[in-house]
Every structure is written in C-alpha cells, then in structure tokens.
T-cell receptor
Framework: DTEVTQTPKHLVMGMTNKKSLKCEQH?????MYWYKQKAKKPPELMFV???????INESVPSRFSPECPNSSLLNLHLHALQPEDSALYLC?????FGVGGGPYEQYFGPGTRLTVT | RKEVEQDPGPFNVPEGATVAFNCTYS??????FFWYRQDCRKEPKLLMS???SGNEDGRFTAQLNRASQYISLLIRDSKLSDSATYLC???????????FGSGTRLQVQP
C-alpha cells in the first residue's frame, strides 16, 4: 500500500494565525519530505527528514517549522505566513538511501491547499 | 542552465498516437532518474523509474542516455486518460533530494 495521507485538504489562514499541517505514512519509510508547489510550477523541496532527524533545510524561512514526532508522522507548523506562501504543500516519503547514495522513489500525499489572507 | 530541462508543451495528440518526451539534466554525477505524472490540482504520482538499460511498463518505455545526459519517455497507443503533466525527476548528486523538471503537458484528444 503506497499511501501517504495529509490533513487538512484545504486551509485558509490569516497572517497572524498559527496552524499545522499533518502527514502520515505506514509504509515503513524512514525518509520524509515537505514540498511547496505553486500553480504551473514543479514541486520545490523544503525539508527532508531521515530517521526522524532533519537532514535538509532548503533555506526555508523560519515561519515554517517542521517536526517529525515519529517515523510515521511529519508536521509542518505555520506562523505569521505571508500571502505569497499560498500554495499546495505536499508531503512525500521514501525508503532511506541505501549504500551507494541513490535516492529511492518518493510517494506523495494528496497535499494541503493553503491560502493565506 | 536549469538542472533539469523539459519542453513545456503542450503536446496535443490524437488517441492512439505515439508520443515521446525528452528531458536533459546538467549534473553528470546524477544517479537516479524518474518519470512522474501529475494531473491538474493533484499530487505527482510515480510513473516509472529509469534504468541505464532502459525499461518498459506496458505502453510506457523509458530510456537513459548518460553520455548525452538525457532521459526519454515514450507513450504508445495514447489514451485520453494519459492527459497530464509529465515530470522528469533527477537526484541531486551527493544530496538526499530530487530535482523536478518543469513538466511537459500532454493533451490526448478524441
């Protein structure tokens, strides 16, 4: 079962709000990712977690704060966002990289469509 | 130069046609290659990994040319349901991350 779930599906928040996006996978994957996708653009990597530890932060502003409570869950905490942060936020997971370094296929959740007003 | 480049299209083809997409990548040390498809307002879904020897899955054939640093995807006998954006994806050499091309849009017409 290659399923990654995300909640909520849609989120509208004001610039002073605090909200969280949630992602869950039960495939036993040990690498999890957050991407941001604007309309008609490809996904842009934000964060990578490997064995519940932050492995990559692609210079994301601190108003986005990731958290990996356990190997199945990934959260993205949002605070003081700007209207330009409105986008589709995608979570993905994959097996951890094997010896030799090549990444495995990533499986995406359906995303959270975020609107910042 | 972009790390991964694709022709944005759109490619408008009739049902039953054969269509091919190419993708070029800039980093010769890249190790892993994939094709994803993305429907409008949906998440990317893995279509197939691309292996050095080339691989086929039903109507879909992927090829890798490391010398010329390009990847191709061939779709035979196009169906209406093949209409989507096809994303070429390459790993960032030495990094635990993937780089997505901008995507090629395919519209299969009846």
């Amino acid at each position: 079962d290659t399923e990654v779930t995300q909640t909520p599906k849609h989120l509208v928040m004001g610039m002073t709000n605090k909200k969280s996006l949630k992602c869950e996978q039960h495939m036993g994957h040990r690498a999890m990712y957050w991407y941001k996708q604007k309309a008609k653009k490809p996904p842009e990597l934000m964060f990578v977690y490997s064995y519940e530890k932050l492995s990559i932060n692609e210079s994301v502003p601190s108003r986005f704060s990731p958290e990996c409570p356990n190997s199945s869950l990934l959260n993205l905490h949002l605070h003081a966002l700007q209207p330009e942060d409105s986008a589709l936020y995608l979570c993905a997971s994959s097996q951890e990289f094997g010896v030799g370094g090549g990444p495995y296929e990533q499986y995406f959740g359906p995303g959270t469509r975020l609107t910042v007003t | 130069r972009k790390e991964v480049e694709q022709d944005p299209g759109p490619f408008n083809v009739p049902e039953g046609a054969t269509v091919a997409f190419n993708c070029t990548y800039s980093n010769s040390a890249s190790q892993s290659f994939f094709w994803y498809r993305q429907d409008c307002r949906k998440e990317p879904k893995l279509l197939m990994s691309v292996y050095s020897s080339g691989n086929e899955d039903g109507r879909f054939t992927a090829q890798l040319n490391r010398a010329s640093q390009y990847i191709s995807l061939l779709i035979r006998d196009s169906k209406l349901s093949d209409s989507a954006t096809y994303l070429c994806v390459v790993n960032k050499a030495g990094r635990r991350a993937l780089t997505f091309g901008s995507g090629t849009r395919l519209q299969v017409q009846p």
